[in-house]
């Protein structure tokens, strides 16, 4: 694990997997996970893990756990957004090529690890990006019903400093089964 500083000061966490047998593999391979999850969305054990799968062929792979999970820094305010989720992707990337030595790294971002591939990439650049994979990133953000709907709602974020996921996904969680017995048109979206 290497613990590393963003620019604000944030301590995150960067586990490193080196490969394994022969490597003619130039570039490192960097994982970034998505919203709600961690370096475990890549690595959840021998079994089932995308980071030691590209290890084993020989790939030198790294997986972030961005600001606020796993055992990176939770910062103690709540002002810190998507933006900064970027700027903790660059401060991996710096520091992967720093040790490795290599001139470029290979991303693959799931969902919001693959939006914050595009926003790298719209800062700054593909200098040291040589390939970027985007698994189940939204594409686009359309005016379908749904997503109009919940901009009704936004007045909320007003009121309320942070929104507590994890107590709303346990409350939510056991009614779940309502998604498969009651008909489409009660969730428009």
């Not at 709540?78 to 989720?85: A, E, L, T």
């Not at 490795?100 to 693959?108: H, M």
Request: glycine letters at 8%.
């Amino acid at each position: 694990i290497h613990f590393i500083y963003t620019e604000d000061g944030i301590r995150l966490a960067l586990y490193r997997y080196l490969p394994r047998g022969e490597s003619n593999h130039l570039e490192p391979v960097f994982f970034c996970h998505g919203l709600g999850s961690s370096k475990h969305n890549f690595d959840l054990d021998d079994t089932y893990s995308w980071v030691r799968h590209f290890a084993n062929a020989g790939f030198d792979s790294w997986v972030i756990d961005l600001r606020g999970v796993g055992l990176s820094q939770t910062p103690k305010r709540w002002d810190w957004c998507f933006d900064d989720h970027v700027e903790d992707a660059k401060t991996a990337i710096a520091h992967i090529k720093k040790t490795t030595g290599a001139e470029k790294v290979n991303w693959i971002g799931h969902s919001m690890g693959g939006m914050v591939l595009y926003a790298y990439l719209a800062l700054h650049g593909s200098n040291f990006i040589r390939t970027g994979v985007a698994l189940g990133p939204p594409v686009r953000f359309s005016n379908k019903r749904g997503y109009r709907l919940s901009l009704k709602f936004t007045w909320v974020l007003n009121f309320v400093k942070c929104i507590p996921l994890g107590w709303i996904v346990r409350i939510l969680m056991p009614l779940s089964f309502l998604l498969r017995i009651l008909p489409k048109f009660v969730f428009p979206f």
